[in-house]
């Protein structure tokens, strides 16, 4: 991983400790994950001032994040597409039109509680310092793949489903934009979605999908997502949306299932006791408290205020005592069922150096068709062949001559 860091600060040292941070962190992942093209990381640390002044008071609810710098579709071994982060796409295919010139972009607030490596230890039961690697570290997880598509894309907030799918014609389609060319294809999900399981049924939310996505079989909708929204809510459906609002914000009901786990007790549980339904938060934690002092606790929800990732891992039972700190932090601060999501997901891992399957470019689009009219005429002008345009370009053009006579 190649991090390319702005730190906005006149304290060189504080910035010192951030290059540091990622620097770990990308010999951290890279000492687990086997990368088979290397992640251009671009890193901004600046004060979060709303109005653009120089100086502003420090808001406390700022953390910061990560995001990968496109989202790619690619097909399965059955066909159905789904979502893939850039970095994990990259692991398959090199180069794809999709791809930003940055695979994972990350911003994080200036802050003045930042605990870095090598700092003084924070006094006990401090919930001022925050561990700066710790965090960072999570965020990156989040951009590299643990990330569920599933969230209120509607004004309508009780219900939830995967990414709405549109197409206007150039590839660029925006699911919220205003712009009113263009047709909704279906509901898609991340690769993460593919492997999250409702854990009272074993049945795996992948076939909610499928059911949601039998609306778009006999519906032809275009427009803006409001036109989207106002057929979903008559429809059947809807109420399958409902149901999984219901599932994602009531405890303990929705895990990862990964590729070697044998019973419950294997699977990663997800963080699904928030209500209303929180898009930032539902699906993309595990749970807090069952995760608390194990050896997964680095993609808990909770801030970890007044702890510091070494403690993390001591407390999880992850820390070798054998080697330094530095190495400890390095060979503990993934857990095993992490690790397992990571090597589902596809990417290949010090455990799991072959993935099991390569995704598949889908074939593209049909060709975009806006019906508009000319004059009073039926065609559609995707339909009229070049022929038929020179006619009537020709006609056209005779008409004005007679007018002129």
Not at 39 to 68: F, K
Not at 255 to 275: A, E, M, P
Request: glycine letters at 6%; charged letters at 20%.
């Amino acid at each position: 991983m190649i991090f390319a860091v702005t730190c906005v600060s006149n304290d060189t040292i504080y910035c010192g400790k951030i290059i540091k941070s990622f620097n770990t962190i990308g010999t951290l992942l890279s000492s687990v994950i086997l990368f088979k093209e290397p992640l251009l990381v671009n890193v901004t640390v600046e004060q979060d001032c709303m109005l653009g002044e120089i100086d502003c008071v420090e808001d406390i609810n700022l953390i910061g994040n990560a995001r990968p710098g496109s989202m790619v579709l690619l097909a399965d071994e059955k066909g159905v597409e789904r979502y893939y982060q850039q970095p994990l796409a990259k692991q398959f295919y090199t180069n794809l039109p999709e791809y930003d010139d940055v695979d994972i972009k990350v911003r994080f607030p200036i802050r003045s509680n930042y605990w870095f490596q090598g700092d003084p230890l924070p006094t006990y039961n401090s919930t001022q310092n925050l561990d700066f690697l710790q965090l960072a570290l999570r965020e990156i997880v989040r951009a590299l793949g643990f990330h569920s598509s599933w969230g209120t894309w509607f004004k309508d907030q009780t219900i939830i489903v995967p990414r709405p799918l549109c197409d206007d014609g150039n590839g660029e389609c925006s699911i919220k934009g205003r712009k009113v060319h263009k047709k909704w294809i279906g509901f898609r999900e991340y690769i993460f979605d593919k492997y999250l399981m409702n854990l009272y049924t074993g049945e795996m939310l992948t076939d909610k999908t499928r059911d949601l996505n039998k609306f778009f079989e006999t519906k032809n909708i275009k427009g803006r997502i409001r036109n989207l929204e106002k057929e979903f809510k008559t429809s059947t459906q809807y109420n399958i949306a409902k149901e999984m609002y219901e599932l994602s914000t009531t405890n303990s009901t929705i895990g990862f299932f990964s590729w070697n786990d044998i019973d419950y007790k294997d699977i990663l549980v997800l963080l699904t006791n928030i209500s209303p339904f929180n898009d930032d938060v539902n699906l993309k934690f595990v749970d807090d408290i069952l995760y608390y002092n194990t050896s997964d606790f680095l993609m808990r929800y909770r801030l970890p205020f007044g702890e510091i990732l070494q403690n993390e891992i001591i407390n999880g039972g992850n820390y070798d005592n054998s080697t330094n700190s530095t190495d400890s932090i390095l060979y503990g601060s993934i857990g095993p069922k992490l690790m397992r999501v990571f090597e589902t997901i596809g990417y290949a891992t010090i455990d799991k150096p072959i993935a099991d399957y390569k995704p598949t470019i889908p074939p593209p689009l049909p060709p975009f068709t806006e019906s508009n009219s000319l004059g009073n005429s039926l065609y559609s002008l995707s339909s009229i062949t070049f022929y038929q345009i020179c006619l009537l370009l020709i006609t056209v053009v005779y008409e004005i001559y007679l007018l002129k006579l």
